[in-house]
């Protein structure tokens, strides 16, 4: 793409600010450059790691840093209750009461083989609420919800009135309420609980039944009134595609539902769809397959920072199902952000969890040590803990949600194995020891190299020290485009203002300074296990910095040429790079130069306006003492600026000083240009 700058200027200059290889070579900038990961190696490794870089987009470094798993953590596993057949036989989801009891169902067993409904406590004490007769439903295969009037509310897959399946209601002291006996024309077995929405009323899928025989989607109140279907699924359609929804639906923050669908659509392998509450609205964004997983058992979450995860069971890059999430605002395919491939466990069945401390907590239903499930631990950025590998005698087949209780303990159920061969209910608590308290050493503009070095509003920041994550090795940002204030349990705040954090480790973490930050001395704090002493930084109105080869080993300018993309750096020090010539159109990379107009706040990405991005930053670049004719600016990323140039025909040789500048503030004079 050419965006023609003509503004400030007697004549057009077309540039390139968008080529397919300066995009990938920005992206590995973001990814390995800009935030300076954690003083890695020689300007050589670095080199090795931009080259290989630029053969790769964005999703693939996605994919290729989610598939990294580590070893278990230390942690205490309990079995809280084993099923006989007798007090029940494969569990259900639990859910969390409020009166800090544990909720659940089982497929079958009780007293007339149909399935119970059972309340257990935090140290095990069980008891058997009620048993399914089949006149008021049977084999329950969803656990309950516990709705805003106290009681508890849930399906099951067969019997009632017509045999396939029910809705009922019953209360914390075992009283139940048959709401809806399924007929086949409004919807047949469901599989999966219904959600109380943000009307007060309930939504839920049945996996077959309606016009089509393929599942439906439905309303019903508190009273039983069950309104029309929403959709009736097409195993293959433009409007309603889809069948088989086992899962639950999932309200998102803006009001609509999402689902997911075990087969059907474009592919067959499932798909995730949207709808309304109103029934006329439904859209399917993706479509299973291409290597992202398929057949999904489990509904979709809406994380903190806003994306939506889910579970695909089978396939995958691993071959044995995948995480993904879909970034706001789900205009594009689902990235992947883990892939089993069974020693680290298989098959994920069960609805993620997102604990307090912002990680992803689930099951798998096989794989693992002894091929009979785990529990894991998934981080934001992809990297996977196996918590706990099931051996029989604990349990087998974990095919639910973990719930997390109010003690911080994660619970759950086996559907096979413990005792009995039944099942089980567990707790996991996860042991750690108290850490100490984060302490900063320094904060610098993250590109300047100089220790402490001035920071300014929207400028990346580095800040060094001890015990700031507890995430080894260190870890970026990955799952979207915008930036969390929290990553992994590290925040930092910044006169008090949340930064917008990008990397993380034990002695580095890098932000984007918040946009309203007042200048002069400015206390930076960071928390992870406790707060850290506040440490004093100096912030300016302007703060700019080039970014520079080798992490403060060289003190050259990292530098693009517009016409063939080349590495400008000098080729004698650093491999790989060429020297610039007289005349060359080169691109800078550079932060600390206020903010643009329109503006984008810290923390956001730049979006495209008029097919251009914000301007209103205007620096002048010197080379070797000069000015040279600075042909336009933009931000090209959060906190990043395009800055492009041409040397004079007359701008002589050798390593020249190159400095930018912004108002009376300048870049440091110590950074280099080699032109031959």
């Known amino acids: 793409m050419e965006v023609y700058i003509t503004p400030d200027y007697r004549k057009r200059r077309a540039v390139n600010w968008a080529s397919d290889a300066a995009l990938t070579y920005l992206n590995c900038l973001i990814h390995n450059r800009v935030m300076k990961y954690a003083n890695a190696g020689t300007s050589g490794g670095l080199l090795i790691v931009a080259q290989r870089l630029l053969n790769w987009t964005r999703s693939s470094v996605f994919l290729l840093c989610g598939l990294m798993a580590t070893a278990s953590h230390a942690q205490t596993f309990t079995t809280l209750a ?14 969390l009461g409020s009166d800090g009891s544990f909720y659940g169902t089982t497929q079958g067993g009780g007293s007339s083989g149909n399935g119970t409904v059972f309340k257990i406590t935090t140290s095990g004490a069980f008891t058997m609420l009620y048993n399914f007769a089949g006149s008021d439903g049977a084999t329950p295969r969803a656990g309950l919800i516990q709705a805003t009037d106290g009681n508890f509310y849930g399906t099951t897959s067969q019997g009632g009135v017509n045999g396939q399946g029910t809705v009922f209601k019953i209360t914390a002291g075992g009283t139940l309420t048959t709401l809806h006996s ?113 057949a999904p058992t489990a509904a979709l979450i809406q994380a903190a920072d806003g994306n939506l995860y889910g579970t695909a069971s089978q396939n995958g890059p691993g071959g044995q199902g995948t995480v993904f ?77 973990l719930i997390q209780g109010t003690d911080g303990n994660f619970y759950g159920t086996t559907s096979q194995a413990g005792n009995n061969g039944g099942g089980t209910v567990f707790r996991l608590a996860l042991n750690s020891t108290a850490s100490p308290a984060p302490s900063i050493s320094e904060v610098d503009n993250a590109f300047s190299n100089i220790p402490n070095s001035p920071i300014q509003a929207g400028t990346w920041v580095a800040i060094k020290g001890t015990n700031l994550a507890n995430t080894n090795p260190g870890r970026g940002w990955n799952a979207n485009e915008n930036f969390p204030t929290s990553m992994d349990g590290t925040s930092v705040t910044i006169n008090n203002k949340p930064a917008f954090v990008y990397y993380i480790s034990p002695t580095q973490v890098n932000v984007q300074a918040p946009s309203d930050t007042a200048v002069g001395p400015v206390n930076v704090v960071v928390t992870n296990n406790g707060a850290s002493a506040g440490f004093t930084a100096q912030l300016q109105p302007f703060s700019p910095a080039l970014l520079q080869w080798g992490g403060g080993q060289y003190s050259y300018a990292e530098i693009t040429r517009n016409s063939d993309n080349a590495l400008i750096g000098n080729p004698s020090v650093i491999p790989g790079t060429v020297a610039a010539k007289a005349g060359d159109i080169l691109t800078l990379w550079v932060t600390g130069l206020g903010a643009t107009n329109p503006a984008v706040p810290a923390g956001q990405q730049p979006i495209a306006v008029n097919g251009n991005f914000p301007l209103g930053i205007n620096p002048t670049v010197t080379v070797g003492g000069r000015n040279v004719t600075v042909i336009g600016t933009i931000l090209r990323y ?39």
């Open 182 to 294: 399924f007929g086949g024309t409004d919807g047949s077995t469901p599989a999966a609980t219904v959600v109380q929405a943000s009307d007060g009323n309930f939504y839920g899928t049945t996996s077959g039944g309606g016009a089509n025989g393929h599942g439906t989607v439905f309303r019903i109140t508190a009273g039983g009134t069950f309104s029309r279907v929403l959709a009736d699924f097409v195993y293959y359609s433009p409007n309603t595609a889809g069948a088989e929804p086992l899962a639950a639906l999932l309200q998102a923050k803006d009001g609509s539902f999402w689902g997911t669908t075990y087969s059907g659509g474009g592919s067959g392998l499932g798909l995730v769809f949207q709808t309304s509450a109103s029934g006329g609205y439904f859209n399917v964004p993706y479509y299973f397959g291409n290597g992202r997983g398929t």
């Open 82 to 95: 084993n099923f006989n057949g007798a007090n029940g036989y494969n569990p259900n989801a639990l859910v």
């Open 638 to 676: 959060a906190g990043l600026y395009q800055v492009n140039i041409q040397l004079p025909v007359s701008i002589g040789t050798g390593n020249l000083s190159i400095q930018v500048l912004e108002g009376s503030y300048q870049s440091p004079a110590n950074v280099l240009l080699t032109v031959q």
């Open 325 to 401: 999430s879909f970034v706001s605002p789900f205009a594009s395919a689902p990235q992947v952000l883990y892939a089993f491939a069974g020693p680290d466990g298989a098959n994920p069945n069960g609805t993620l969890i997102q604990a307090t401390d912002g990680n992803f907590y689930g099951t798998t239903s096989a794989g693992g040590a002894n091929g009979r499930g785990t529990v894991f631990k998934l981080a934001l950025g992809g990297t996977l803990t196996t918590l706990h590998h099931f051996a029989g005698a604990d349990g087998a087949g974990p095919k639910t949600a």
